[in-house]
């Protein structure tokens, strides 16, 4: 059994900034990659910012205002906002790819959100 939970989330005023936390926990052998996806009402859910043995990836809509880092002895990632707009408004999920034991696959496991609210 794995858990994956977000928090960090809530109200900001435009150009003010935000950090969210996602710890995986559970039987974890491996972790290979987590990353930070968001969905707004009516959108679809779209990355934000993934970190894995490879380096870090981040959407084009990021625009270097965003940092992911992880800690791997916490399990944990870490997603900086700075400079928010009204437009990243949204459900931010975090995503864990793990193994559970050394020869399984890897699997995707996801966080029940946290809300990043932008106020104008």
């Known amino acids: 059994q794995v858990q994956v939970v977000e928090s960090g989330g809530g109200l900001v005023q435009a150009g003010g900034s935000l950090k969210l936390s996602c710890v995986a926990s559970?039987?974890?052998?491996?972790?290979?990659?987590m990353g930070w996806y968001r969905q707004a009402p009516g959108n679809q859910r779209e990355l934000v910012a993934i970190s894995t043995s490879g380096g870090t990836n981040y959407a084009d809509f990021v625009e270097g205002r965003f940092t992911i880092s992880r800690d791997n002895a916490k399990k944990t990632s870490y997603l900086e906002m700075n400079n928010l707009k009204p437009e990243d408004t949204a459900v931010y999920y975090c995503k864990a790819t793990i193994k559970t034991k050394t020869f399984a696959p890897t699997s995707d496991y996801w966080g029940q959100g946290t809300q990043v609210t932008v106020s104008s």
């Open positions: 559970g039987n974890i052998f491996r972790i290979n990659g």
